[in-house]
């Protein structure tokens, strides 16, 4: 009985598996790129944003909001760092998207999250928090463009992207300095640096990988990374202050 058991559970398995390959799913990888992104030189001031117009908004805010085009940390860690696999996937390979949403909030008139990714498909839900006039414009160029008004807090929209882009530009035409960026992939093996500057893209086969970092004030960065079968690769990141 024990035998046939485990027989009948690798048959599962491996049923699976053989679904997966019909379906043109790669199968999921051992691999992990974790890192830091970092920033020499001086760190910038981001501008004041004043919210006196908007009152609701500006009540949201405990200290005068400042704009996020760069966000460093005491020790010189970049936030809001847009790390990708750039090339080195198996030709072919088709992935899923996720059926959970990605969610961007218009909250406190600000964008949150300020730089973020999903996948091709992948459905982003659009969200107003504050009591007034929210529109979010999307300037794609790979995509649709689309631009989108809601009037009063609560509303919620959807859209999905069509094609891998990076980056794809977010604003808004009633609060100039309301920005956001999205990485659309086609893949799932994406990042975006933390407050402390980290970041961890899991599930890699191995292989080598030409892997880009993207931040929106100071460019763009490629490495190549090889990656064993199992455990994890560092790869940091330094961006020069500009």
Not at 151 to 178: D, I, Q
Not at 217 to 231: E, F, H, I, N, S
């Amino acid at each position: 009985m024990r035998r046939y058991a485990m027989n009948a559970a690798l048959l599962v398995a491996v049923g699976a598996l053989g679904a997966a390959w019909t379906r043109g799913e790669p199968a999921q990888g051992g691999a992990t790129i974790t890192g830091k992104v970092k920033l020499t030189g001086t760190k910038p001031t981001n501008p004041r944003i004043d919210m006196t117009e908007e009152p609701a908004c500006k009540a949201k805010h405990q200290t005068p909001p400042t704009a996020e085009t760069v966000v460093v940390s005491a020790s010189g860690m970049l936030a809001n760092a847009f790390i990708y696999v750039k090339s080195g996937l198996p030709a072919g390979a088709k992935y899923q998207a996720p059926a959970t949403p990605v969610v961007i909030d218009q909250d406190g008139c600000r964008y949150k999250p300020h730089v973020f990714g999903l996948m091709v498909g992948q459905t982003l839900e659009i969200r107003n928090s504050d009591p007034l006039l929210h529109n979010i414009k999307a300037k794609a160029t790979k995509n649709r463009p689309f631009n989108i008004s809601q009037p009063t807090a609560g509303m919620k929209s959807n859209r999905t992207f069509s094609a891998a882009e990076v980056m794809v530009s977010l604003e808004c035409n009633v609060h100039g300095w309301m920005n956001a960026y999205v990485g659309v992939m086609a893949h799932p093996f994406y990042a975006v640096s933390g407050a402390d500057g980290s970041f961890s893209i899991p599930g890699l086969p191995a292989g080598t990988y030409e892997v880009e970092a993207w931040h929106e004030k100071l460019g763009t960065q490629t490495v190549t990374v090889t990656v064993p079968a199992t455990g994890s690769k560092t790869q940091d990141f330094t961006f020069a202050a500009k």
